[in-house]
């Protein structure tokens, strides 16, 4: 059982590039979460899903999308990357109230 | 809008001590509550839920209560040991299945 993983684990964009982080689980949940922790502050929620299929957005959605094509996993583009979305970005599965997190992605944008 | 506040400062202290760690929040009725470690370089790692018709909860040295009223948790790691330094989060969820989180406090135990 890997759990959750994330690829890449690290990354250095350009202003304006794109990229898509991947999330895989191999536990069976049904919710995925993207959080994003900068120093100082909370994890904060950018988006989530409750089903393969289905998105959602949470409190941080802007400037990144996602997709739920299978349930094992969940994407988090960034199309046109800021400065401002450097920060590192966590995934999480579920079954209800327990989240379990993969290790990370540190994305720096210059 | 929703606040959480952990401990603004990071814990130090010596082997064996109680550490004790709060989470305050206002602007929320949760259905429960969590509490997860995490380690540098890692994500967070669930310890213990609590839901909010509970008072406290214990898992081997770690004890969590709940004061609804209060809008207050506390952590408490007993007998604590080098082991247990890290960051700890505190998390706030309804019945939709997400979960808010504090800032964190970091925790340094001396041997």
């Known amino acids: 059982n890997a759990g959750v993983t994330q690829t890449p684990k690290f990354r250095v964009l350009k202003t304006g590039q794109s990229m898509t982080l991947l999330c895989a689980q191999d536990m069976n949940h049904e919710y995925m979460y993207w959080y994003r922790q900068d120093p100082g502050m909370g994890l904060r929620l950018i988006h989530y899903s409750v089903g393969e299929g289905t998105t959602a957005k949470g409190e941080v959605p802007d400037g990144y999308n996602v997709s739920r094509l299978k349930k094992q996993n969940f994407l988090l583009g960034l199309e046109s990357a800021a400065p401002s979305q450097t920060s590192v970005y966590f995934c999480?599965?579920?079954?209800?109230?327990?989240?379990?997190f993969g290790p990370g992605t540190r994305l720096t944008v210059l | 809008s929703q606040k959480i506040e952990q401990n603004s400062e990071a814990l130090n202290i010596q082997e064996g001590k109680t550490a004790t760690l709060t989470c305050n929040y206002t602007?929320?009725?949760?259905?429960?509550l969590q509490w997860y470690r995490q380690d540098p370089g890692r994500g967070p790692v669930f310890l213990l839920l609590i839901r909010e018709n509970e008072k406290e909860k214990r898992k081997e040295r770690l004890k969590v209560t709940f004061d609804t009223t209060l809008k207050q948790s506390l952590f408490h790691i007993t007998a604590s040991q080098p082991a247990d330094s890290a960051t700890y989060l505190c998390?706030?969820?309804?019945?939709?299945?997400?979960?808010?989180f504090g800032a964190g406090t970091t925790v340094t135990v001396r041997a």
């Open positions: 998390a706030l969820g309804s019945n939709d299945y997400k979960l808010s």
């Open positions: 602007n929320y009725s949760p259905a429960y």
């Open positions: 999480a599965s579920g079954l209800k109230n327990t989240q379990y």
